[in-house]
């Protein structure tokens, strides 16, 4: 699935947040394998990785956006959506492929949904946790976003 972005009632033209890119993948006989490399796939260094597992179905993760922070999101089992909101463009993507996955920038924010059963979500991170670079409250995130255009 591509990005299905949609307007934000603001009226200005611009890209869809969020990036789809295909991982370098090495596969023969043995079993098959996926590559991010910084400085190739990612243009960050990554300071943090995480995964997400034993996941309910009807569970909603991230609900935040970030103010410096970029990510690469992977489902590297299963799948999920990812709905990603700039302050001006929303998109929604399907994560269903290991060899696939989806940057998301600074001043984005995220909501993973919509997850299968058994799904395992893997996140690079371009920092450290840092909870001041969180935004929590939606409207705070948008009144932030908005304002920096």
């Known amino acids: 699935m591509t990005a299905q972005p949609s307007h934000l009632d603001t009226g200005l033209?611009?890209?869809a947040p969020g990036t789809l890119i295909e991982?370098?993948?090495?596969?023969?006989?043995?079993?098959?394998?996926?590559v991010v490399e910084t400085g190739k796939d990612i243009d960050f260094e990554i300071k943090r990785v995480y995964y997400l597992y034993d996941l309910p179905v009807a569970t909603v993760r991230g609900a935040?956006?970030?103010r410096c922070l970029r990510q690469l999101v992977i489902?590297?089992?299963?799948?999920?959506?990812?709905?990603?909101?700039d302050g001006f463009r929303r998109a929604r993507?399907?994560?269903?492929n290991p060899r696939r996955g989806l940057l998301i920038?600074?001043?984005t924010w995220r909501n993973l949904i919509n997850f299968s059963p058994g799904a395992?979500?893997?996140?690079?991170?371009?920092?450290?946790?840092?909870?001041?670079?969180?935004?929590?409250?939606?409207?705070?995130f948008?009144?932030?976003?908005?304002?920096?255009?």
């Open 13 to 15: 033209d611009r890209v």
């Open 23 to 34: 991982l370098d993948e090495h596969a023969d006989p043995r079993g098959s394998l996926a």
């Open 64 to 66: 935040h956006g970030h």
């Open 75 to 85: 489902a590297v089992h299963g799948q999920f959506e990812i709905t990603v909101d």
């Open 93 to 96: 993507y399907l994560l269903d």
């Open 105 to 107: 920038g600074p001043m």
């Open 120 to 140: 395992v979500g893997l996140v690079l991170a371009s920092e450290h946790y840092d909870e001041s670079d969180y935004f929590r409250d939606y409207d705070e």
């Open 142 to 149: 948008l009144a932030a976003a908005r304002s920096a255009a």
